[in-house]
């Protein structure tokens, strides 16, 4: 093997290993590019959860003023109370229960009600209702999660 020769391999070593850094690197830059863009979804995940918190901590329940008496806008089940005296997305709600066959699950529900159900979203805030009505004695949930109107 001449000097001429093992130049060429190294001058040919040297630019498959140029190469390979310069691949490397990209992939490097890549990587980093998308922890920062998993950092930055983190915190929105965060403030949005908070925010969602936030905002089901003022959404309780609170009681109103009536005629001087007070009253929740959800009442509890009880024989003077008729179901007309829910607001009316509740009465829906109930009605919504009532069509699935057999106890059903907030997306049959949802279903049924005609909301997004592949948005987690629009999902939510009806399981929180539903949630309510069960609370409240409307509904009964079971131990799997399907909801049912009482007996």
Known sequence: MHGS??????SARRAELDELEE??????????AERDELAVAERVLERVSEQLADERASAAPAPGQVGGRTVMLIPHRAPDVEETMLPPDYQRILVAVRQAAGPGMARQVGEILGVDISVR???EPL?????????RGWLRKLPDGRFTTRL
């Open 127 to 135: 399981r929180a209702k539903l949630v309510r009505l069960v609370d």
């Open 23 to 32: 691949q490397l690197a990209k992939q490097l830059a890549e990587v980093r």
């Open 5 to 10: 020769e093992i130049l060429e391999r190294i």
């Open 121 to 123: 979203a629009k999902l």
